[in-house]
C-alpha cells in the first residue's frame, strides 16, 4: 500500500512539475502572441523627455488602429497642447492655442517614438523576453531600426497579468535614457471609428470627457475645463447616441454635443454668449421663446446659449421636444 501510494506521488509531482515547466517556456510566446495580434489601441502616456539636461514632461491619449494613430498632447499644466493625426498617407497637427491645422511632412517634429505600436515594428526584426531585474514584470530590449544617436534601442515592461506595456524607455548611443513614457488604461483591440484618424475631426480633444457604455458623461470633468454647467436633453429621437463631447477652445470653450445614428447627426453646442435674434423666426414652446433658421433651433435658457442643429430626417415637432426636454 506504501509503495503504490509512493508511486502515484511521484507520477503526480512528475506531471506538475512538467505542467509548470509548461507553463512557465509557453509565457514568451503568449507575450509575444499577445503582442503580435494587436491591431489597434488605446492608452493613457506620460512623457518624459531628457534632453541636453533639461526635462520636459508632457501627457498625451493615444489611438492606434491598423497603421492609423492619433495623439492628444497635453502640456506640462494639463492644458490642451495639439493633437497629431496621421491618417495613412498624411500628418496633420492641430495646435489648440492659434486654433489652426497644419500639414506636417517633418517626421522629426511628430513624437512617433512614443507609440507602443512603433515598439511592435522593432520587436518583429528583433526582440527576446525575459524578466525584468526587479521580477516583477515582463521585458523586451530591441535596438531601434533606423535609429540616431537620441534614439539608439528601447526596452519595455509588460504586466505579468494581462501582459500590457506598463512603460517604456528609449536609450542613446550611450546607455543613458532618452525618452521614458509610462502607460496607463491600456486597452488592446478596442473598436474605433476611423473619424478618429481624419482631419476633419481633429480638433476634438477627448481627455476631459468621460463617457461610460451607457454614453452617461461625468459632468463634473465638463466644468471643470470649460466654466459651463452642461444641459443634456432628456428627449432623443430613437436610435440616436451620444458619440463625442468636445470644447470649442475658439468659442468661448462651448461645449459640443455630437448624437449619430449611422452618418445621421444631431449636435448641441452650448455656450455663454451674446445673442441677438437676427435673421432667425421667432417661436415659443410655452413661456420660453427660441428662434429657428432652417434646420438649426437657438434658445436661451438662463443665460445658456442652445444652439441645436438637425439634419433632415428630423421633424420640426421633434427638434421642439429635443428644445423643450432641455428646459
Known amino acids: 500500500m506504501r509503495r503504490l501510494l509512493f508511486v502515484l506521488l511521484l507520477i503526480l509531482t512528475i506531471f506538475l512539475s512538467g505542467c509548470i515547466k509548461k507553463s512557465h517556456l509557453d509565457v514568451p510566446s503568449n507575450v509575444k502572441k499577445t503582442i503580435q495580434s494587436l491591431k489597434s489601441y488605446t492608452s ?4 518624459q523627455l531628457n534632453n541636453n539636461k533639461n526635462i520636459k514632461r508632457y501627457t498625451m491619449k493615444q489611438f492606434y488602429k491598423n497603421g492609423k494613430y492619433r495623439m492628444e498632447i497635453y502640456d506640462e499644466s494639463n492644458k490642451p497642447d495639439k493633437v497629431i493625426v496621421y491618417d495613412g498617407n498624411r500628418s496633420y497637427v492641430y ?10 511632412d517633418d517626421s522629426e517634429n511628430i513624437p512617433a517614438y512614443s507609440m507602443f505600436s512603433s515598439f511592435i515594428d522593432n520587436f518583429k526584426k528583433a526582440g527576446e523576453i525575459k524578466e525584468s531585474e526587479d521580477g516583477e514584470f515582463y521585458q523586451i530590449d530591441v535596438p531601434i531600426l533606423n535609429g540616431n544617436t537620441f534614439m539608439y534601442s528601447e526596452s519595455v515592461e509588460f504586466s505579468k497579468k494581462d501582459y500590457k506595456p506598463v512603460s517604456m524607455k528609449i536609450y542613446d548611443i550611450n546607455g543613458k535614457v532618452f525618452a521614458e513614457m509610462k502607460y496607463a488604461n491600456f486597452v488592446y483591440n478596442p473598436e474605433l ?3 478618429l484618424f481624419a482631419e476633419k475631426d481633429i480638433s476634438t480633444f477627448s481627455r476631459y470627457f468621460r463617457t461610460d457604455i451607457n454614453m452617461s458623461v461625468d459632468i463634473k470633468d465638463v466644468y471643470k475645463y470649460s466654466g459651463i454647467n452642461p444641459v443634456f436633453p432628456g428627449y432623443i429621437p430613437k436610435g440616436y447616441t451620444l458619440e463625442n463631447i468636445s470644447v ?5 470653450n462651448s461645449i459640443n454635443l455630437t448624437y449619430l445614428n449611422g452618418n445621421d447627426i444631431i449636435k448641441i453646442v452650448e455656450s455663454v454668449s451674446a445673442f441677438d435674434g437676427k435673421g432667425f423666426d421667432k417661436g ?7 428662434y429657428k433658421r432652417g434646420n ?6 438662463n443665460g445658456l446659449i442652445v444652439d441645436l442643429m438637425i439634419n433632415e430626417k428630423i421633424s420640426s415637432d421633434e427638434a421642439l421636444m429635443i428644445l423643450n426636454s432641455l428646459i
Open 44 to 47: 493613457d502616456v506620460e512623457v
Open 95 to 104: 495646435f489648440s492655442k492659434i486654433n489652426q491645422t497644419f500639414i506636417e
Open 193 to 195: 471609428d476611423d473619424g
Open 248 to 252: 470649442d477652445l475658439s468659442n468661448n
Open 284 to 290: 415659443r414652446i410655452g413661456n420660453t421663446i427660441y
Open 296 to 301: 438649426r433651433y437657438i434658445l436661451d435658457r
